[in-house]
């Protein structure tokens, strides 16, 4: 598996703090970047990747992408709320929407707006889990531009609806 794949798969284990921050246990990066380095290793012994030789792949791969996608996370969680829009995403990370869309379909297979919208529901989720708010408040909260396109788009993603889900014991 490509080294980003198996970034993806460490990320994916992490947890947010209270702010919604990534944290990530420092034993599970240097793991990571042993095993990262055991990899490149039998590359470098064939040839390929030499130290302070051209690399011959095009410049926005592999790593750019990690970070534009990995800016692009964060984006969402600290603006989604506001309505954010696929476009407005990938200008806050300062790509076009062609290149965020080829970043998303390498990295989770699925497009911006998708990701966008798993986040909503996911955040809608846990805030219903809650009861503290109405279906409208967590509509509201989490972005979606209304009350119908909120439980359309919850009883999509989960085959409830958002008020079926929030009167769950």
Request: net charge positive.
């Amino acid at each position: 598996a490509p080294w980003w794949r198996r970034f993806l798969e460490l990320e994916s284990r992490c947890d947010f703090d209270d702010k919604g921050q990534r944290v990530l246990l420092a034993a599970e990066i240097e793991s990571f970047l042993e095993r990262l380095a055991r990899a490149v290793a039998p590359a470098q012994a064939r040839g390929q990747g030499r130290p302070g030789e051209a690399d011959p792949r095009r410049a926005d791969t592999e790593a750019a992408w990690l970070e534009v996608w990995a800016r692009a996370e964060d984006v969402i969680r600290e603006r989604a709320p506001q309505g954010l829009t696929a476009d407005e995403l990938a200008e806050a990370v300062h790509v076009s929407p062609t290149q965020l869309r080829r970043v998303f379909h390498a990295a989770r297979g699925l497009s911006p707006k998708a990701a966008l919208t798993a986040w909503r529901i996911e955040e809608a989720r846990r805030l219903l889990a809650q009861g503290k708010w109405s279906v409208r408040e967590v509509a509201a909260k989490t972005g979606f531009a209304g009350l119908p396109r909120f439980s359309a788009a919850f009883k999509q993603a989960t085959g409830k609806a958002p008020s079926a889900f929030a009167c769950q014991p």
